[in-house]
Nanobody, 125 residues
Framework: QVLLVESGGGLVQAGGSLRLSCAAS????????MGWFRQAPGKEREYVAA????????YYSDSAKGRFTISRDNAKSTLYLEMSNLKPEDTAVYYC??????????????????WGQGTLVTVSS
């Protein structure tokens, strides 16, 4: 069982930047892909970015590509999402997720094994 806790959300002006973190604890042994998802008010949760166990393979949604960067530090059991050039449409609760697989795309295509509680990102105009 893996516990995920996000942090780093907050209020930011359009065009600004934020760095989200997701700390994993509990049973962190083994290979697991991780990803970021978000849910805006009144909308379905959507995929944002994913990363393989090694950290070498990364994947981004069309809206995130070119602006967001996903990375991980396995020694610290921490996942990151660096967000730049934020837009009002990026406003959402951001969730991290983990899936027991070394393959990054499995977190997108499969059902995650664990979810964080979410951290709110609000981008003002």
């Amino acid at each position: 069982q893996v516990l995920l806790v996000e942090s780093g959300g907050g209020l930011v002006q359009a065009g600004g930047s934020l760095r989200l973190s997701c700390a994993a604890s509990g049973r962190t042994q083994g290979a697991y892909a991780m990803g970021w998802f978000r849910q805006a008010p009144g909308k379905e949760r959507e995929y944002v970015a994913a990363i393989s166990w090694s950290g070498i393979n990364t994947y981004y949604s069309d809206s995130a590509k070119g602006r967001f960067t996903i990375s991980r530090d396995n020694a610290k059991s921490t996942l990151y999402l660096e967000m730049s050039n934020l837009k009002p449409e990026d406003t959402a609760v951001y969730y991290c997720a983990a899936k027991m697989s070394p393959i990054g795309t499995d977190i997108i295509q499969g059902i995650p094994d664990a979810w964080g509680q979410g951290t709110l990102v609000t981008v003002s105009s």
